[in-house]
């Protein structure tokens, strides 16, 4: 559980201008045109287009079996969502294994052969080796997988562990759970969506 003021961001809490705007390199997807680098404020490559931007993060292990099957369900909701709206970006914090690309790349040829959605851009994958990222915005003993979604002012709205935690095979992980995750993510996201345009039109 979070508790404000141990230096762990909580509900409510804005992600320090620093670490929010640092770029991180993006190991996958890495085809023409995709972002190598990413930063929290949804900003690609060192330049932002300006628009308000609402980021997903998803906290990811390698040797998680049920995770690799929870990260499949992750590209499939982050590529129909990003597909939708433009201002959602979602990022992948990967640790363990031997290549944060090849995973990235097996992650979404699972859920484009489990949800038939062709996976483009979306997550944008960063090898997260020194934890740092899990670091910033999740909660010891950082349960895995796990998810947070900050808005358009770096404010963290939301943090949640994934329906597979804690699941040891591929196959208790089930469709239903992973169905969930998306109702969820995108419950919150198009609540979110409903406020910035509110945010939008009380600032033009």
């Known amino acids: ?23 991180r390199a993006v190991c996958y997807p890495t085809v023409d045109g995709t972002a190598s680098s990413v930063a929290l404020t949804g900003a690609t490559d060192g330049v932002d287009d300006a628009a308000n931007k609402i980021v997903v993060i998803s906290n990811y292990y390698a040797g998680c079996n049920a995770g690799r099957r929870e990260a499949s369900a992750f590209a499939w909701i982050a590529q129909t969502l990003a597909d939708a709206h433009a201002n959602v970006r979602f990022v992948s914090g990967l640790k363990g294994g031997s290549s944060c690309a090849g995973w990235g790349a097996t992650y979404e040829s699972y859920a484009e052969n ?9 997550p944008l994958t960063v090898y997260d080796d020194d934890s740092s990222l899990r670091d910033l915005l999740f909660t010891a003993p950082y349960p895995h997988p796990s ?3 900050l808005d358009w002012n770096r404010t963290v709205r939301h943090k949640f562990v994934g329906p597979c935690c804690g699941y040891t095979s591929w196959s208790s992980c089930a469709l239903t759970e992973l169905e969930q995750l998306n109702r969820t993510i995108s419950g919150h996201v198009r609540a979110l969506l409903s406020e910035l345009a509110v945010y939008e039109g009380a600032n033009v």
Do not use: H, K
């Open 1 to 23: 559980e979070c508790t404000p003021g141990d230096g762990t961001l909580c509900v409510g809490d804005r992600v320090p201008l620093a670490d929010a705007s640092a770029f």
């Open 114 to 122: 489990t949800w038939g959605v062709a996976i483009e851009q979306q």
């Open 147 to 149: 998810y947070a979604i």
